[in-house]
T-cell receptor, first 116, second 110 residues
Framework: GAVVSQHPSWVICKSGTSVKIECRSLDFQATTMFWYRQFPKQSLMLMATSNEGSKATYEQGVEKDKFLINHASLTLSTLTVTSAHPEDSSFYIC????????????FGPGTRLLVL | QKEVEQNSGPLSVPEGAIASLNCTYS??????FFWYRQYSGKSPELIMFIYSNGDKEDGRFTAQLNKASQYVSLLIRDSQPSDSATYLC??????????FGTGTRLTIIP
């Protein structure tokens, strides 16, 4: 149980384009999902917290107009990187809290983004 | 600022020995502590969580929590080459957000 999927697993795009990443909880309902970014040899940095049916809460320094988050249902959250630039190239990972266990976060497999 | 600190390593341990990973945190009021394992190029996977002082055992893994000293550790018994990974300590600082340490890279030497 507590499986989280992400799609796509990797994406290469041109600078200036937008990229949408999906995060789904497959066997549980997730009232809260989190989006992280991880640069090489660094730890995970929380970008935003996403609650179903409400606006996401962004961490300091994360541009909400650039990283659009939508949490439209209890099993799906999306992150859209708008007008992507090479410095946005990173490993994006979502996680979800199960409605059965509010303490533990389960991570998706991650999406590797490369902006050319 | 809430912080979680780990020795970045690398930590090299012979196969079959005990690997000991340590983590300290800054907020004395923290209640929830997690250990994640991350293989290169992959996302973290949960190994253990611990909420109470003392030891918690799960198979070859033992988490130890000492709230008075503000540290949490992970012991891996009978280390296997497949245990080679980066181990991330994470703490919830009371606001439901996980704060991660920078991770300790563990290498098990056959």
């Amino acid at each position: 149980g507590a499986v989280v999927s992400q799609h796509p697993s990797w994406v290469i795009c041109k600078s200036g384009t937008s990229v949408k990443i999906e995060c789904r909880s497959l066997d549980f309902q997730a009232t809260t999902m989190f989006w992280y970014r991880q640069f090489p040899k660094q730890s995970l940095m929380l970008m935003a917290t996403s609650n179903e049916g409400s606006k996401a809460t962004y961490e300091q320094g994360v541009e909400k107009d650039k990283f659009l988050i939508n949490h439209a249902s209890l099993t799906l959250s999306t992150l859209t990187v708008t007008s992507a630039h090479p410095e946005d190239s990173s490993f994006y990972i979502c996680s979800a809290k199960s409605d059965r266990d509010q303490e533990t976060q389960y991570f998706g497999p991650g999406t590797r983004l490369l902006v050319l | 600022q809430k912080e979680v600190e780990q020795n970045s390593g690398p930590l090299s341990v012979p196969e079959g020995a005990i690997a000991s990973l340590n983590c300290t945190y800054s907020d004395r009021g923290s209640q929830s502590f997690f250990w994640y394992r991350q293989y290169s190029g992959k996302s973290p996977e949960l190994i253990m969580f611990i909420y109470s002082n003392g030891d918690k055992e799960d198979g070859r893994f033992t988490a130890q929590l000492n709230k008075a000293s503000q540290y949490v550790s992970l012991l891996i018994r009978d280390s296997q080459p497949s245990d080679s990974a980066t181990y991330l300590c994470a703490v919830i600082f009371g606001n439901e957000k996980l704060t991660f340490g920078t991770g300790t890279r563990l290498t098990i030497i056959p």
